[in-house]
């Protein structure tokens, strides 16, 4: 109980930051929302360490970072989310009650399917330590965990703010939504490639404990270029206001998950929690396009472009390999 008391901060300064992120995305300034993270995760880095130096590093010291990180990375860009917020200095308010009406046609859905999301996310432990054992819920827990980092290199949020410009214009939304599902297809496999290269021997070296989540990982790490397809896919549903169907379709996700662990966990182990982690994101990412393909407001995969390559795919690796030599230029002086 005390440790929630001083957890319960955390509702006040990431419901700030909510608000901030939200307002920041509208007017594209991306650069605010990274440098927020950024913050976070290194005032945390110096908290822990100095817990650590002073040898008294635990679960309420684990805490107080959380506690302190949050609340000095949203004092830290407050003044710069102000310049923002003052952008909207001359725009009168609507009479009309806009939020409320959103909320009852969109935002119920949205919440309900939140809700069932944890729902079954909270309940694969249980089932683990059921139908295995406990110490079966740390190894598996260890494999999602470094999967889920590794999707989280995949760039996601700014698709939120993107998406809405080019929606409007059919030829442009397929176009965009095609090349979108392309070239994040293909940072997903580079992404898993590397995270084949390195996990397993960091693992070995620093976890030895947990070297039994590899096995898992590997099979698992195939969902990260499936995730991938699945951002793009999702913020086009959620863009052209089709919360109604993402909600029906992630209960059909949970259903089946929840089915699939049951069947599979008591006969092949934790094998049936990995196989899930890929099979499931996929069936979504079929149904889903099965869904789009009969759409007329353009997103639907154009599979020329795809599966082609134009003069416009090597403008965008250019492009891309120009940001990469940005990026070394700032470290590794190139001449």
């Known amino acids: ?6 957890i319960s901060v955390l509702i006040l300064t ?39 130096l002073q040898g008294n590093l635990g679960l309420k010291q684990l805490i107080w970072s959380i506690i302190i990180s949050s609340t000095l ?33 969109y935002g119920t859905w949205d919440i309900v399917r939140q809700f069932a999301n944890k729902v079954t996310f909270r309940v694969k432990p249980w089932l683990i330590k059921h139908f295995i054992s406990t110490e079966a819920v740390a190894i598996f827990s260890i494999a999602e965990t ?17 998406v809405p410009l080019w929606i409007k214009d059919k030829a442009l939304s397929v176009k965009m939504f095609s090349y ?12 898993a490639t590397f995270g084949l290269i390195v996990v397993p021997p ?68 934790l094998w049936g929690l990995s196989i899930e982690f890929v099979i499931v994101p996929l069936i979504m990412v079929i149904i889903t396009y099965l869904y789009t393909k009969n759409q007329e407001k ?13 003069e416009e795919d090597k403008d965008i690796l250019r492009k891309g390999m120009s940001i990469i030599r940005g990026w070394f230029s700032r470290f590794i002086p190139l001449s």
Request: hydrophobic share 55%; proline share 3%; net charge positive.
């Open 1 to 6: 109980i005390k440790d929630m008391r001083l």
């Open 14 to 52: 990431e419901g700030i930051f909510s608000i901030i992120r939200s307002l920041c995305l509208i007017r594209l300034e991306f650069g605010i929302v990274a440098l927020r993270y950024t913050i976070n995760k290194a005032v945390q880095s110096v908290v822990l360490i100095f817990f650590f």
């Open 73 to 105: 990375s949203v004092l830290a860009i407050s003044f710069k989310f102000l310049r923002v917020y003052l952008r909207w200095s001359d725009v009168k308010p609507s009479k009309k009650i806009m939020v409320w009406n959103i909320f009852l046609t």
């Open 146 to 162: 470094i999967v889920t980092t590794l999707q989280d290199i995949l760039p996601s949020n700014t698709l939120q703010s993107l």
């Open 180 to 191: 979108g599902v392309k070239y994040f297809v293909l940072v997903g496999i580079i992404v």
């Open 202 to 269: 960091v693992v070995n070296f620093f976890f030895t404990k947990y070297t039994e989540s590899l096995p898992l990982f590997y099979i698992m790490s195939i969902n990260l270029p499936i995730f991938a397809a699945g951002i793009l896919i999702g913020n086009y549903l959620i863009a052209h206001r089709k919360q109604k169907y993402i909600f029906f379709l992630h209960l059909f996700r949970n259903i089946l998950t929840l089915s699939i662990i049951t069947l599979t966990l008591p006969i092949i182990g």
């Open 298 to 310: 353009g997103f639907h995969f154009d599979f020329k472009i795809i599966f082609g390559f134009k």
